[in-house]
């Protein structure tokens, strides 16, 4: 069966410092993986995917991730934090063989100003 | 270009009432779709999925159910609410045949008192 393991509920960078967002997954085989965010009270929206394509993925908002198949791991990064930044992510990865998508727990971002 | 709907946005419901949210999608035919629930603090919980007309998988046994009684319209229903019922509900869609990325409506915030 496939998971994910989102490392730290609750992150707190400054702003204009580096964000990063830690994903670990397990699959059985190739997975697709993504990364969501979610503003308060809002629904889910796409940030990046991988696909098996390049393993650094570009995303929206300046985020990008980086697909590491020796680690199983899909870390979320930015370089600089925004403000607007502050949200909870999530990390995603599609079952085998389903149409299911298994998001993990989510990390809730602060930025600090 | 596709949309989804999700109403109603915010909900009351005394303990043992019936519950109806209804999600619709538009500008795209035979989607996948889901409902998710996101209690406070918490993860995403699927409840349901539905690749066509007719056809719910149910991921969670509880007093919910969901209908697709059209195309592109998904039903979360209950006879009698319960407080753990209370959450953030999700409505999603993915393209048809299509296990990728998943687009999420606005949610319906419940509150079960």
């Known amino acids: 069966a496939q998971s994910v393991t989102q490392l730290g509920s609750h992150v707190s960078v400054s702003e204009g410092a580096l964000v990063l967002l830690r994903c670990n997954y397990s699959s059985s085989v190739p997975p697709y993986l993504f990364w969501y965010v979610q503003y308060p009270n809002q629904g889910l929206q796409l940030l990046l995917k991988?696909?098996?394509?390049?393993?650094l993925v570009k995303g929206i908002n300046g985020f990008e991730a980086e697909f590491k198949k020796s680690e199983t791991s899909f870390h979320l990064t930015k370089p600089s934090a925004h403000m607007s930044d502050a949200a909870e992510y999530f990390c995603a990865v599609i079952n085998t063989g389903g149409f299911k998508t298994i998001f993990g727990a989510g990390t809730r971002l602060f930025v600090k100003a | 270009s596709q949309t989804i709907h999700q109403w109603p946005a915010t909900l009351v419901q005394p303990v043992g009432s019936p519950l109806s949210l209804e999600c619709t999608v538009e500008g795209t035919s035979n989607p996948n779709l889901y409902w998710y629930r996101q209690a406070a603090g918490r993860g995403l919980q699927l409840l349901f999925y539905s690749v066509g007309i007719g056809q719910i998988s149910s991921e969670v046994p509880q007093n919910l159910s969901a209908s697709r009684p059209q195309d592109r319209q998904f039903i979360l229903s209950s006879k009698k609410l319960l407080l753990s019922d209370s959450g953030f509900y999700l409505c999603a869609w993915s393209e048809a045949g299509s296990t990728d990325t998943q687009y999420f409506g606005p949610g319906t915030r419940l509150t079960v008192l």
């Open positions: 991988y696909t098996s394509a390049a393993t």
